[in-house]
């Protein structure tokens, strides 16, 4: 169902992205002039480019990881009369300049999460890293119920109405994937928009050895649950299933 007239901001979680984070900041205002940076406890001056770039910065006094960051600023969304945000990393890993494709596959009613998918040409993408985004992403659909055809994306958007119903409880990368198939476990829909594959001389913060334990042990924590997985409704934007 078509969704007009949304209010939309973005969300972008940091930790000592002082190199990156003006320039991706006063990238994405030139697409939407909501910004709002969660400077997570760097050591830097993230927050002050940050803000001098334009956007809203909420600062944490102590590093929270990255799904403590979206949290506080999923909260600030939901409590601003926003309909939906869009999230994307500090890193430069993400091309602003494709905001609208969230935006117009939200306003189509492509799904109440929109997943920003590099998998169709993954040219660029080192082969250790797109051997693990297929893998995790294949058992990511297999728990959701639905495809997920990247579940390491940190670039989506989603309605603040899934917000208001699943909220992260996992501090690390892993979060966002605990997010993906809790949402889809109450019937929400992902859909999918193409993105760019960007890599240049950023350090990424995933630990291949810790992060793929966390993903491991979240696994488990959905296959073990007693409860059944819910039906996904029939539609886009019908909320959780009773």
Request: some cysteine; aromatic content about 6%.
């Amino acid at each position: 169902m078509p969704r007009d007239g949304l209010r939309v901001c973005v969300v972008i979680p940091a930790y000592n992205e002082a190199r990156h984070i003006a320039q991706v900041v006063t990238g994405v205002r030139r697409q939407l002039p909501d910004v709002v940076v969660v400077d997570d406890g760097s050591r830097d001056d993230t927050a002050e480019r940050a803000a001098r770039a334009g956007a809203h910065v909420i600062r944490h006094p102590q590093n929270r990881g990255k799904g403590g960051a979206l949290q506080t600023a999923f909260d600030y969304a939901a409590g601003r009369g926003y309909d939906a945000v869009i999230a994307l990393d500090a890193d430069g890993q993400h091309d602003p300049a494709e905001v609208p494709r969230f935006l117009a596959a939200l306003a189509r009613g492509r799904g109440d999460i929109i997943l920003g998918s590099r998998m169709a040409d993954p040219r660029g993408m080192p082969w250790l890293r797109r051997w693990t985004n297929r893998t995790t992403s294949v058992i990511l659909s297999r728990l959701s119920g639905q495809r997920i055809q990247d579940s390491q994306s940190g670039y989506k958007a989603i309605l603040v109405e899934v917000l208001r119903h699943v909220r992260p409880t996992r501090a690390g990368f892993d979060a966002e994937s605990e997010f993906l198939v809790a949402a889809s476990r109450l019937g929400y829909r992902v859909g999918h928009v193409p993105i760019r594959t960007i890599y240049g001389d950023e350090v990424s913060s995933i630990r291949p050895v810790r992060d793929t334990w966390r993903f491991i042990r979240l696994c488990l924590v959905f296959i073990l649950k007693l409860s059944p997985r819910p039906r996904l409704a029939s539609g886009v934007g019908r909320g959780p299933n009773p």
